[in-house]
Nanobody
Framework: QVQLVESGGGLVQAGGSLRLSCAAS????????MGWYRQAPGNQRELVAT???????NYVDSVKGRFTISRDNAKNTVYLQMNSLKPEDTARYYC?????????WGQGTQVTVSS
């Protein structure tokens, strides 16, 4: 099992930046996929970005060129650098880990972008 704890959310003006962190309770070296999802009120949870243990990265089209996902295996942490934030990025952001065909989720961190 793995516990995930997100941090770094907050209130920011449009055009600003935030960096989210996801700290895992154990080594992430062998975790197949780690990623970030988000959910706005009234909407389904959607994938934002994923990164595999081999370093393959995937982004949803709406964040390409603005968000960057990275992982630091030594710190058991995954990051999401978010630049040029837009009001439509407002959501609760969740960290996700896929290991041994099991899904793990953090409690989420709120990101609010004001116009």
């Amino acid at each position: 099992q793995v516990q995930l704890v997100e941090s770094g959310g907050g209130l920011v003006q449009a055009g600003g930046s935030l960096r989210l962190s996801c700290a895992a309770s154990r080594s992430i070296f062998s975790i197949n996929v780690m990623g970030w999802y988000r959910q706005a009120p009234g909407n389904q949870r959607e994938l934002v970005a994923t990164i595999t243990s081999g370093g393959i990265i995937n982004y949803v089209d709406s964040v390409k060129g603005r968000f960057t996902i990275s992982r630091d295996n030594a710190k058991n942490t995954v990051y999401l650098q978010m630049n040029s934030l837009k009001p439509e990025d407002t959501a609760r952001y969740y960290c996700n880990a896929v290991s041994d065909m099991r899904y793990y989720w953090g409690q989420g961190t709120q990101v609010t972008v004001s116009s």
